[in-house]
């Protein structure tokens, strides 16, 4: 029995006699389709443990996490230096979420963010992403007096309602209306963000500087440019930085990397959990904080039951501890500028391989059709079934040949994500460069069990419309 816990309760126990049940458990009472897909794309492993920026399964084999829980293990798996933070919270027994004092550790994990965000001045803590732009958004639509929110075609904010609604991506969006009354522009449409703006009743643009689906930076002058249309026109910048923030792409925030460019709301989540304990902040502009909280009758009008605990924060300030004295910001600039420019020379020697891009450890692979006619006529194939499938058949075989872990950068796009730990370095970026060439190799031999695999993809895709 584990000490302090209730009487016969052992999670060790439990999860020795029952862990071997994880799929068949998942298939009945969660998201059934979870482990359908998972069985389909042969990507039904059993990790045993996990660390850094590797997973081991029962038989010892090492697997390479270029995914990092879609960003949120920025540090990779168990950090030390969190793991530790969060037996001391823990041993401290603090009076937490009494509702009615003021707990140090808030107060100290938003002092130490907003150093690394000197035009900011407070911070709401929530417990997520898509929980900071819902705050984003309820803040700038009370600050400003509008009802309007503009954002970007293809962007992704989050999944509850509000944030669905400014969400780019309709298959996210189909079945869920009617939603918040919010307009999309393209991606660096100054003209489009004029226009809306001569309307009169936009609070905000909510724009993620460089875009998770398909990874698509804002063009050079975007940030700064719509920055000083929205302040002509009394409305806000929002940057949602949740998975570009704290260091993703080789600055603490990706809109740095644009000058000038000083957002009047931004969201930040995932890395700052240090991978243990939801977390999601707001950080804003004295003057929009003071109009949401405007007298003491209103001290509660946005809150979060669970926002701001102990154990988040103790997370966040050990993860911006480790950022600073670990150097995790320059050398995620440095091995991502190695990664990307190894990738890129391979662009050249592969006629299926279109473009490589990005900033720091946030880089997308691109595939196009091919000019040789055999190619032409098999990628032909897979795009009349289902676009994306060419993806899809470069991810499976770098996880079954080469455990390697990665991502289809969005549905119906032939773009692989790469979002590893920031914490990889050389010895991961060659193993990445030598398994992506060999799975190259072998599509562009025209044969074997990749294009194989092809074929199963289009039945299933043909046999799920």
């Known amino acids: 029995m584990t000490d302090g816990g209730p009487k016969g309760f052992d999670l060790g126990r439990l999860l020795a006699e029952r862990g071997g ?48 829980g879609f960003g949120v293990m920025g540090l990779g798996r168990h950090h030390p230096v969190v793991r530790r933070a969060l037996h001391d919270v823990l041993d401290a027994q603090l009076a937490d979420l009494t ?41 700038a639509r009370y600050a400003t007096g509008k009802p309007r929110v503009l954002y970007c075609d293809h962007a992704f904010h989050g999944l509850t309602t509000g944030s669905l609604s400014v969400n780019g991506e ?19 449409d100054l003209d489009g963000l004029r226009r809306e703006l001569k309307r009169g009743d936009v609070a905000a643009l909510v724009v993620e500087p460089i875009q998770g689906k398909g990874v698509h930076a804002a063009p050079p002058g975007f940030l700064y440019e719509a920055q000083e249309l ?53 950080l804003g502009k004295e003057w929009i904080f003071r109009e949401v909280y405007s007298s003491m009758d209103r001290v509660l009008v946005h809150s979060a039951s669970f926002g701001s605990n102990a154990q988040a924060m103790a997370a966040g300030l050990a993860v911006l501890a480790v950022m600073e004295d670990e150097e995790i910001v320059a050398g995620a600039r440095r091995t991502g500028d190695l990664l990307r420019e190894r990738l890129a020379a391979l662009v050249d020697r592969y006629e299926l391989l279109h473009e490589v891009r ?95 695999f092809g074929r199963t993809l289009v039945k299933q895709a043909v046999a799920n419309r």
């Open 358 to 452: 990005g900033r720091g450890l946030m880089i997308g692979i691109e595939f196009g059709r091919p000019s040789s006619l055999k190619l032409r006529s098999r990628w032909t194939m897979l795009q009349a079934a289902r676009k994306g499938l060419f993806a899809q058949m470069v991810v499976v075989p770098l996880l079954q040949k080469h455990r390697i872990l990665t991502q289809v950068s969005g549905d119906h796009l032939e773009v692989i994500k790469l979002i590893p730990p920031l914490i990889i370095g050389e010895p991961e970026v060659d193993r990445f460069v030598t398994a992506f060439t060999q799975v190259m190799d072998d599509a562009h031999s025209g044969g074997g069990l990749m294009w194989d």
């Open 230 to 282: 929205l302040h002509r026109h009394k409305a806000l910048l929002i940057a949602d930085e949740v998975q570009t923030g704290l260091g993703r792409t080789g600055d603490f925030y990706a809109y740095q990397h644009e000058e000038g460019v000083e957002p009047d709301l931004v969201c930040v989540a995932k890395a700052l959990s240090g991978g243990y304990v939801p977390v999601g902040a707001t």
């Open 99 to 139: 509702r009615f004092d003021c707990q140090p550790l808030p107060g100290l994990l938003a002092e130490k963010l907003l150093g690394h965000s000197p035009h900011l001045d407070r911070v709401f803590f929530g417990n997520s992403g898509t929980e900071a732009v819902e705050t984003a958004l309820k803040f």
């Open 170 to 188: 309709r298959g996210f969006r189909d079945g869920f209306a009617p939603l918040l009354p919010d307009t999309p522009i393209a991606l660096g």
């Open 21 to 68: 049940e994880r799929y068949e458990l998942h298939a009945r009472h969660l998201n059934h389709q979870l482990p359908r897909m998972l069985h389909t794309i042969g990507f039904d492993k059993v990790y045993e443990r996990a660390e850094g920026a590797y997973f081991w399964d029962a038989e010892g084999q090492d697997y390479l996490d270029m995914l990092a």
